[in-house]
């Protein structure tokens, strides 16, 4: 019985050597484990969560001080079901997020589409465009941040913008219509001035749009504006 039982437990402690050797060699208690998921960039985590919000977004900015992200929303849900919590009246409005993530807040609502969503240099309020129901032109809406009711900068002038960016100094420079001209202009939200700054005319025909990479000239015209020391020209 003795003879068997050593040889039963050199087989035993032969096998478990062979094991052993077999097996791969272990991991440092530094190495990540296999199942482990990686560390997650904190901007993805923010893209994310507003995706998952469920949120119907269009345009989406980023603030001057990178701290903040406004986008429209310009319908309802998926299955045209409201919540109010998440959807402004009639299904269209800006909101406010902040870029770690979290839940939107409403700043303004809007009874028909918004585009060209755009902060002004201080962070302070969010320009748009948009057509309200009772106009037959475009408007340009000037919205505090902290929330409110839009106010139209260019009142119920015949000034129909385009494009247009937001200058250093507060002053917004646009390319608008105005009957049959297009021409460049600069105006102040402050005063509601507005100022021509190029009077070249423009055939009818192209009173509706702007020519193949005119907005790039017009951004980078308006950036070279806001790089000066002295005041854009009026």
Do not use: C
């Amino acid at each position: 019985m003795k003879f068997v039982s050593a040889v039963h437990s050199t087989t035993v402690l032969g096998f478990a050597a062979l094991l052993m050797l077999l097996a791969p060699p272990a991991m440092s208690q530094d190495a990540p484990l296999a199942h482990e998921p990686p560390v997650a960039d904190p901007h993805r985590v923010a893209t994310q969560t507003l995706v998952a919000a469920s949120f119907p977004r269009e345009e989406a900015v980023v603030s001057p001080d990178g701290q903040w992200i406004a986008f429209t929303q310009n319908a309802p849900i998926d299955g045209g079901i409201m919540d109010p919590l998440r959807n402004a009246p009639g299904g269209r409005g800006i909101f406010v997020v902040s870029i770690t993530g979290g839940d939107p807040r409403l700043v303004t609502s809007f009874t028909t589409a918004l585009t060209d969503l755009a902060w002004s240099p201080d962070g302070s309020k969010l320009a748009f465009l948009a057509r309200p129901r009772e106009a037959t032109i475009v408007r340009l809406y000037l919205v505090d941040v902290a929330g409110g009711v839009p106010s139209s900068v260019l009142g119920d002038s015949q000034y129909e913008p385009r494009s247009y960016v937001w200058l250093a100094d507060g002053d917004i420079f646009m390319t608008a219509t105005a009957g049959k001209r297009t021409a460049l202009y600069v105006v102040s939200p402050k005063t509601l001035v507005i100022q021509e700054v190029d009077g070249r005319s423009r055939p009818a025909g192209m009173s509706s749009a702007l020519p193949r990479g005119a907005g790039t000239r017009l951004v980078d015209f308006a950036a070279s504006l806001a790089q000066r020391d002295v005041p854009p020209a009026r």
